[in-house]
């Protein structure tokens, strides 16, 4: 059972909050918190060297913020889903964090359940938003692509793009239309380099905004 445990960082400049999500979280049978940082480059830091399968950032922090945080993790190809937390919603906020590679995004007055679900949601390879922050996305143009860019797809890319939408990761799709993960990772960088899209969450928006989901 010690394999299926999902290994936390705790990323927030408020130490009280850090300690309130350390005392839920360590509660939860297959959720272990490996370690807290105060900033966004401690943050960084500690993924390296604890190499956690999920991070808890918050986004306004001294320094070095949430949003440049997680945009060195990518650079360093850090493994990690990032779950960003955090008590600002404007959409000036939300945008670039998904666009710099968040897993999801979620408000820090969340239902302490409904937290521990979305870790795991995120962990399994699924994106996760809260409804208002999918509203704020969708009502910018996150790119020019319109929806003729969908003509260029094939068919199995397009139901592919429709289980992403769906939430699901490419284990489960592969599972859906049998075929190997190996394979739909090609499909879904396929995708992204066909419709001009940076990652999984613009995609299921993109499929979202122009009707290839139910």
């Known amino acids: 059972m010690a394999?299926?445990?999902?290994?936390?960082?705790?990323?927030?400049?408020?130490?009280?909050?850090?300690?309130?999500?350390?005392?839920?979280?360590?509660?939860?049978?297959d959720i272990e918190v490996v370690g807290e940082a105060g900033d966004g480059a401690e943050g960084v830091a500690r993924a390296e060297e604890l190499k956690p399968d999920v991070v808890l950032m918050d986004v306004k922090?001294?320094?070095?913020?949430?949003?440049?945080?997680?945009?060195?993790?990518?650079?360093?190809?850090?493994?990690?889903?990032?779950?960003?937390?955090?008590?600002?919603?404007?959409?000036?906020?939300?945008?670039p964090a998904l666009r710099a590679g968040a897993s999801g995004y979620v408000y820090k007055d969340i239902d302490p359940e409904a937290l521990a679900g979305a870790i795991r949601s995120v962990h399994a390879g699924h994106v996760l938003l809260q409804p208002e922050v999918a509203v704020a996305l969708l009502s910018q143009d996150v790119q020019s692509s319109g929806p003729g860019r969908s003509s260029t797809l094939t068919e199995r890319e397009t139901e592919v793009l429709g289980l992403i939408a769906d939430g699901r990761s490419n284990r489960e799709i592969a599972r859906a239309l049998v075929l190997s993960e190996k394979t739909v990772k090609t499909h879904v960088s396929n995708i992204l380099m066909k419709l001009d899209l940076a990652d999984r969450t613009q995609a299921a928006l993109w499929a979202v905004r122009h009707g290839l989901t139910d």
């Open 3 to 29: 394999d299926k445990v999902v290994r936390v960082l705790l990323v927030d400049d408020h130490q009280v909050v850090r300690r309130g999500l350390r005392t839920f979280l360590e509660v939860q049978g």
């Open 61 to 95: 922090m001294p320094g070095t913020d949430g949003i440049e945080a997680l945009r060195k993790l990518r650079e360093l190809a850090n493994p990690a889903k990032v779950l960003i937390v955090t008590s600002f919603t404007e959409q000036r906020t939300v945008v």
